[in-house]
């Protein structure tokens, strides 16, 4: 968002033209973590288990959850917030917040939200995936496609 700076938290800011308890559902939802986020993302015990396609792995602690307002996660051991609100015509505001990002891994962080963002957006309001799901073109490997 604009202000941001590395070491600094990331917010991004995002409508979506749906209602808050659909984007709550995509995120709080293993079937619709996994519809746009990552391979699987299964919830058991207040932890969730992402697995990406280039074969990573990352354990989220759920750190609050108030449907369909707010979900938080420790996502790559720092706390992550998805704040819904309505946009008082059918669709939703969105704000990410990142915190305790580490300054040497900030930008590339930073952009990274936008390949969870923009799929969440195309899988909720459109229904389209738009991850090409390739291990040899992903994020880790130069590809800004998730």
């Known amino acids: ?3 941001d700076q590395p070491g600094g938290p990331i917010r991004w800011r995002m409508h979506v033209p749906v209602p808050p308890e659909r984007v709550f559902e995509a995120l709080n939802t293993d079937a619709g973590r996994a519809s746009f986020w990552a391979e699987s993302a ?13 074969g990573e792995r990352c354990e989220a602690a759920v750190l609050d959850r108030d449907p369909p307002r707010l979900l938080a996660l420790e996502y790559f051991g720092s706390p992550v917030r998805f704040e819904l609100a309505p946009d008082g015509r059918g669709g939703t505001d969105l704000l990410l917040t990142h915190e305790g990002v580490a300054s040497d891994e900030w930008g590339e962080v930073h952009a990274g939200w936008l390949n969870v963002l923009f799929p969440l957006k195309a899988r909720v ?3 389209v995936d738009l991850r090409n ?3 040899e073109r992903s994020w880790d490997r130069g590809y800004a496609d998730p």
């Open 1 to 3: 968002m604009k202000g």
């Open 42 to 54: 299964v919830e058991r015990d207040g932890r969730i288990e992402f697995r990406f396609p280039n």
């Open 125 to 127: 309001a459109h229904g």
């Open 133 to 135: 799901r390739d291990p």
